[in-house]
């Protein structure tokens, strides 16, 4: 192969001539901009060619729009996060045209596919656009019909690992079976058509009683990953084994394009370590020794495309950026030969590319940005940027005219957004010539990775602050007080940034008062003598978070849209944004429940058993999908949506109503059966038009209730055997052969009373079992039962389902009914009862209503209930109560994947505590203190030291801690 000093040189091409578009008036310039019906103008910066293998040389710098429904199916885990935000902010993907991608796609044209798959290596500075260069290339890939099989975060498997096991299959190495079955799972999005075509040319043995015979679908080898976790490291090596072998052979009917962003995480060190505390090698880990061997090249009939990544290279220079420096003696030797591909910094034909398209899409606001002075400040920051490494920071001015009522509060005008970045001060003395006042300069933003967000922010009309603000109290005589939130106010808890090594965080809310009130301090090496000691116990391991949340209701819905726009907001990002509490999970009633003002389904046409007349509701489109829309927009990851039935439609039913004891007419297998399961369907494919796709849903809500004569709202009654066989015989073959395969089913939704006993019915069927993740349960009469004799016992007799909370609610209790705002004694009821579930297994625990008026409604059969959020809208305000701050102390800090560990006491105590690990290593502690008294304590971590502590007297007390 040539020396790769001289392919570097040779493939290392920049742009040369640059478009001038610099204008004597910046009226002229503002037109230039604005017009996007003059063809000429359009291409400046922005091209109609759409199609990968289509584009050529001029349409560099200009930007492409991907289709939604490839970022979809494309794309499910492999775009980088700030263009992940950046295309859910202009509801489109934009992808900029460049030489290393063109480079490579020309190669892949002219590419004999009957020789030996060559390698392409993607190279360059941090942040010069390496993993979007490589999307780009993984575009044309698919649009030619490709079998894509993408790693967009290599070393994300060699550190952080979420779970780690000794390999079923060689002792010598490691599997790593949540990443594997995420993994596969988005493989299996991106390449649906293919695993119905493709046949396996082995015999795969994962137990004594499970196997995937030669000959089978790749999708059911797929599935066999997905569906039983424990074996999902050795199936997607044997996915990657099997396309090796078949790929380029001549019954095959596919081209396999293998991308791997960061590829030398393959051959560096590791984060992981074993239980000695030693470090995982790479190679020991059963992905990355699969991996490995795929990027040998001694397969044909494809490509591999791959991106060096200073993140994926520990231990190593921050200035490294060459494939010696990378890759290192082992992993060159091994990908030797390739085509190193280098990836340049922005042009300034490609920077004002950018610049240009933020203005098109009137993401930039400020008056200054159209104007000749910000053309000349643009070119003074490109000029800085170039002077500087790629993703040093850069200023400029946001203090733009602030209208009245814009939502925008003078108290956080010195952070206007969150952006983790470093600030160059050379950057900024030049940036301050064209101020007339250095104060004017209130924005930082970042600069490429591509250039993409950073000029966005501009435009940002609310902002939150990075930090926590105060609550405005109000005090209703229930206990305690509420905090009171209008469209321009409302407290925040903020980021909740952890501090470093050596000193924890501790988050504080009480009956006296306190609402997640931040404070921290310093790890002591040794005891600090208090009586009562609180031991994690790290090597003791549970079950993983899965998330927390509350449901978008009817009443929910017209409670939040009774608000200004202004207080819409702030209500959604109480809940759903990072400055928020962390909501991940929103569960989702199909048709009209309780909380709704009428009774209706989606189906109401008598007799309609191909559900000919579907329609989703009024409710559902002018309501719940765009709040649910707007809520993932705030969300810094995907929601987690849960479906709920209340009702099958009145003729489908015994009873021939919605409401009273009745259950589906005929058998499990029979036309009405059939037409429910399938009315599931109908309804995750009607949301997923709106682009909402649904993580679960629920074989129905309470299914107890519909068998209960004359209960007074809907319900449809099930038998734990009657779900059973609808489960086996409708449902889950229904989900199975849809379009969205991958939902969970969970069974039960009812009381917790009800368990181990339906269990035992419906998961010892193998038929249903083989349909269903989880048992979801309700809190209502918790304290009639024992966790541990029914959610406990559930878990040791099926620890491979999940148990999941989808529903919960103060002010139920006939004794003790409505809303009581401020009361702390349902704030405590609530923390005891997530405590107590998460201490027996739970994964989730999901509130009821997001939002009620001050009657607890609206409900049409005045069934009146609490909320956490009380919405007044004739003074346009909402109340956060007390149960508010009670679920944040759980969904701010239990990030999906922490895993609950043991905490051991050094003597009996009335406190109620429970402890988690999070993916990156911190530590959590959770704590109440139900008692009248203070209760002094010390916690102690082996691997950091003892934290002295106190709980106030009816308190709620969050303790977190870095430990590496």
């Excluded at 949506?641 to 439609?649: D, E, F, H």
């Excluded at 068998?707 to 059973?724: D, I, K, V």
Aim: proline letters at 5%; aromatic letters at 10%; charged letters at 20%.
């Amino acid at each position: 192969v040539m020396a790769l000093h001289r392919l570097s040189f040779r493939l290392r091409q920049t742009v040369t001539h640059v478009r001038s578009l610099h204008t004597s008036a910046s009226g002229q310039q503002q037109e230039a901009v604005a017009v996007d019906s003059d063809p000429e103008r359009f291409s400046v910066f922005r091209t109609q060619e759409n199609d990968p293998a289509c584009q050529s040389e001029k349409h560099m710098g200009q930007y492409y729009t991907v289709p939604s429904a490839h970022v979809r199916t494309l794309f499910p885990h492999g775009l980088p996060w700030r263009f992940q935000q950046q295309a859910k902010t202009f509801n489109e993907a934009c992808v900029m045209v460049r030489q290393p991608a063109l480079e490579v796609i020309s190669c892949l044209k002219q590419a004999d596919t009957s020789k030996p798959a060559v390698r392409y290596l993607f190279y360059g500075l941090k942040g010069s656009g390496k993993t979007m260069s490589l999307c780009h290339t993984v575009h044309y890939c698919y649009t030619q019909g490709w079998l894509v099989l993408h790693i967009p975060d290599a070393h994300l498997w060699v550190k952080n690992c979420k779970e780690l096991l000794p390999s079923s299959f060689n002792s010598s190495r490691y599997d790593q079976p949540l990443q594997a079955t995420e993994w596969l799972r988005n493989f299996r999005i991106t390449n649906e058509h293919f695993l119905s075509k493709i046949k396996t040319k082995q015999r795969y043995v994962w137990t004594k009683r499970e196997f995937t015979e030669e000959g089978s679908l790749l999708g059911e080898l797929v599935d066999q990953g997905i569906t039983r976790v424990k074996s999902s490291s050795d199936v997607v090596g044997a996915v990657m084994k099997e396309l090796r072998l078949q790929s380029g052979q001549p019954e095959s009917s596919f081209r396999l394009a293998v991308a791997v962003d960061g590829v030398n995480a393959l051959w560096g060190r590791s984060t992981i370590k074993k239980e000695n505390k030693s470090a995982v090698d790479p190679e020991e880990l059963t992905l990355v020794y699969n991996l490995r061997k795929l990027m040998k090249n001694d397969w044909t009939g494809g490509a591999i495309i791959t991106t060096l990544s200073q993140t994926g290279s520990l231990y190593t220079s921050k200035s490294a950026y060459l494939p010696q420096e990378l890759l290192g003696e082992r992993g060159f030797d091994s990908m030797d030969p390739f085509i190193p591909v280098s990836v340049p910094n922005y042009s300034e034909k490609e920077f004002e590319s950018c610049y240009l398209y933020y203005m098109d899409r009137h993401w930039l606001q400020h008056p200054q940005s159209k104007s000749n002075r910000g053309w000349k400040e643009r070119t003074c920051l490109f000029e800085q940027q170039k002077s500087i490494d790629v993703g040093k920071t850069l200023c400029l001015p946001l203090n733009g005219p602030k209208t009245k009522g814009s939502g925008r509060n003078d108290s956080l005008d010195k952070v206007e957004v969150t952006v983790e970045c470093e600030i160059s001060e050379a950057t900024c003395r030049t940036c301050q010539s064209f101020y007339r006042d250095p104060s004017e300069m209130k924005m930082v933003l970042l600069l490429p990775s591509s250039v993409l967000l950073a000029l966005g922010f501009l435009s940002a009309e609310v902002a939150l602050s990075t930090g926590s603000s105060e609550c405005v109290a109000r005090d209703f005589s229930h206990g305690s007080v509420v905090c009171e939130c209008n469209s321009t106010y409302c407290d925040s808890v903020g980021s909740a940034t952890l501090p470093p090594l050596g000193q924890y965080s501790s988050h504080l809310s009480s009956m006296a008062g306190s609402r997640l009130e931040a404070g921290q301090g310093l790890v002591q090496g040794n005891s600090t003598g208090a009586g009562l000691r609180l031991t994690v116990v790290p090597y003791q391991k549970y079950q993983r978070i899965r998330g927390f949340g509350g449901a978008m209701t009817d009443a929910a819905a017209m409670n939040i849209l009774s608000l200004s726009v202004g207080a819409q907001d702030q209500l959604l990002r109480q809940y759903f944004s990072p400055e928020g509490i962390g909501y991940s999970v929103v569960r989702v009633p199909m048709a009209s429940c309780d909380f709704s003002t009428r009774l209706y389904t989606y189906a109401d046409t008598p007799g309609d058993y191909n559900l000919d007349n579907f329609t989703l509701a009024p409710e559902d489109v002018n309501m719940k999908i765009p709040l649910l829309q707007r809520a993932q927009a705030l969300s810094p990851r995907p929601l987690a949506l849960l479906a709920s039935a209340w009702s099958a439609p009145a003729w489908m039913k015994t009873n021939g109503a919605l409401t009273g004891k009745g259950s589906l007419k005929g058998q499990p297998g029979g036309k009405e059966h059939k037409t429910w399961a399938q009315y599931y369907i109908r309804f995750l494919e009607e949301y997923a038009k709106y682009n909402l796709t649904f993580w679960a849903l629920t074989t129905g809500n309470e299914p107890s209730a519909g068998r209960m004569t004359n209960y007074s709202f809907q319900a449809l009654g099930f038998t734990p055997e009657e779900q059973r066989d609808w489960v086996a015989l409708d449902l889950g073959p229904a989900l199975h052969a849809s379009s969205h395969p991958h939902t969970h089913i969970l069974i039960l939704d009812d009381s917790r009373l009800l368990l181990p006993y339906w269990a035992k019915v419906v998961l010892n069927d193998v038929h249903a079992g083989r349909y269903i993740h989880g048992v979801a349960v309700h809190w209502y009469m918790d304290s009639l039962v024992p966790a541990e004799i029914s959610i406990g016992t559930t878990h040791h007799l099926y620890p491979e389902y999940y148990l999941f909370g989808t529903e919960a609610c103060a002010g139920w209790n006939p004794v003790d009914r409505g809303v009581k705002l401020g009361s702390w004694d349902r704030a405590e009821q609530y923390a005891h009862d997530i405590i107590e579930d998460l201490n027996h297994y739970v994964v989730g625990w999901t509130d009821w209503n997001l939002a009620l008026d001050q009657t607890g409604g609206p409900n049409w059969v005045k069934n009146f209930v609490d909320s956490p959020v009380i919405v007044d809208a004739q003074h346009d305000v909402f109340y956060k109560q007390p149960t508010f701050y009670s679920m944040a102390h759980f969904s701010k800090f239990l990030w999906e994947g922490s895993q609950r560990v043991g905490v051991s006491t050094s003597q009996e105590t009335g406190l109620e505590y429970s402890a988690f690990i999070r993916p990156d290593g911190s530590v959590v502690l959770i704590v109440l203190n139900r008692s009248p008294s203070e209760i002094q304590f010390e916690v102690w971590d082996p691997a950091v030291g003892y934290i002295p502590s106190t709980a106030p007297a009816h308190s709620l007390l969050t303790l977190a801690w870095n430990t590496r």
